[in-house]
């Protein structure tokens, strides 16, 4: 009797196993994109590509006016263009949050809700080149507001504009430009 019920239950898993592997992929959401720009995507792999030909960079760093210009050599492209990447609107939660304008070799994505960091992002395309990425955020809250505009054109320049202001500390004003050699 005890070969019975330990070959019942083994055969019950089994059949729950099998069950359960047949349901349940149809029951798991599918996961999409917008079905708009891969962002993310072309952004990391301009940034291998850019990390591979090591070229120099002339950076310029403003501060409120404050600027100090230096040629340098970028180590981490991901990181140096981690903003535009961060940008990326092409998430499932994000499937119903943009209006999408395509037309010809205009994109863009413009936000329908209010709370969204990533107002507005527009890529112009030539063909299948990307000729630049324009990005607009902003973050506010009863604490502080932050306004950026992120440009990046291949191979040419990438500029970060952000002005932030915070209660009781005041208003900076940041200007990051790379241009590139």
Known sequence: ??????????AIALVAGITLSAILPACKPEVKNN???????????????LNQLNRPVRKTVSH????????????????????????????????????????????????MEKDLRVRELIIKR????????????????????TTQKLIYFPDSVYRIETVQHVKLLGTNTYIIQGILK
């Open 1 to 10: 009797m005890y070969w019975y019920k330990t070959k019942l239950k083994a």
């Open 35 to 49: 079905g708009g720009f891969d962002l993310t995507g072309y952004l990391k792999k301009d940034a291998a590509r």
């Open 64 to 111: 409120n006016g404050v600027t100090e210009t230096k040629t340098v050599h970028i180590a981490d492209w991901s990181s140096e263009l981690g903003l535009f990447i961060d940008a990326d609107i092409n998430k499932p939660a994000f499937k119903n949050s943009y209006q999408v304008i395509d037309e010809d070799s205009l994109l863009v994505y413009k936000a």
């Open 126 to 145: 030539a063909g299948q080149n990307i000729k630049y990425i324009l990005v607009y955020n902003k973050v506010e809250n009863q604490l502080y507001k």
